[in-house]
């Protein structure tokens, strides 16, 4: 289902039991959640993504956030002691680093001692790898593809660009709320339209940006000197790995494996053709 058929049949379920006051009420918070993440047009231009962004979290306080989060993901994961394995990582990322599009902070790169297939980063520009994964790949190009696709979301400040739409829109939401004078019963209904609104603009932003990742993640291995197919392998090995039911895209905060690889072959054909802008 679209995001405008969405929240039309919100709108068709929900807008009968309000009275007027209280429909005007519900019309400005949907709007005032969808303009704050239309004012990006008057930020910065962010050379990763091509596009003004407004962010109002300072650099600064992103890299405090990450160290503060640092401290509860080795609280709860070890940090491998491979001293090999630890410094080839170093060596991949800050290589990769080197290129992206970002370089307002000091990348980070942890080996996570677990046995999982996962990588992930947070605010602050820490990446985070873990040795399930590590140990599982064949080369230093699909290191660097995991790596290169971490280092896209920093650069394109994804992590951070989330966090702030959430929190934005709990404000917005929480204020609207606690100053309408609505019914008990018609609050609970605006407060559970007023989170699928959140949900249904942040989901469709994480799935935007893992293709982002991928696409910037290419960029940076081919800017690092590493083989861009790299990225198409790790895809490849993700989706034997990857097990479950599926479910509809709209429910999903990542797009299907397949779907990725699809637009990473496009992505490295056009590059291997005729150069493509991203």
Avoid: W
Wanted: charged fraction near 25%; charge should be positive; glycine fraction near 8%.
């Amino acid at each position: 289902m679209s995001g405008g058929r969405m929240l039309l049949n919100l709108k068709d379920k929900i807008f009968p039991l309000f009275s007027l006051k209280e429909k005007c009420n519900l019309l400005c918070l949907v709007f005032l959640s969808f303009s704050l993440v239309g004012c990006a047009a008057l930020g910065t231009y962010n050379p990763a993504t091509g596009r003004r962004e407004f962010i109002v979290i300072p650099t600064e306080e992103e890299v405090s956030m990450g160290r503060s989060i640092h401290n509860s993901v080795i609280g709860q994961d070890p940090i491998s002691h491979d001293k090999a394995q630890t410094a080839r990582i170093e060596r991949i990322g800050r290589r990769l680093a080197l290129v992206s599009d970002r370089q307002d902070y000091k990348y980070n790169f942890y080996l996570i001692e677990k046995d999982v297939i996962n990588a992930f980063t947070t605010p602050g520009g820490n990446i985070y790898i873990y040795s399930g994964l590590v140990d599982k790949l064949q080369s230093d190009d699909e290191v660097a593809a995991v790596l290169a696709h971490e280092i896209g979301h920093c650069a394109a400040r994804h992590t951070i660009k989330r966090f702030q739409a959430a929190v934005g829109f709990n404000i917005i939401g929480g204020l609207l709320l606690k100053h309408t004078e609505m019914k008990d019963s018609t609050r609970s209904i605006a407060a559970l339209s007023s989170n699928a609104v959140m949900q249904l603009v942040v989901s469709a932003y994480s799935r935007k940006d893992e293709y982002q990742a991928d696409k910037l993640g290419i960029k940076y291995l081919d800017l690092a000197g590493y083989e861009i197919e790299g990225m198409l392998k790790i895809l490849q090995f993700l989706d034997k790995e990857s097990r479950g039911p599926k479910i509809p895209l709209i429910l999903r905060t990542h797009p299907y494996v397949p779907d990725r690889i699809v637009a990473v072959k496009e992505k490295i054909a056009g590059m291997r053709g005729v150069a493509q802008e991203f």
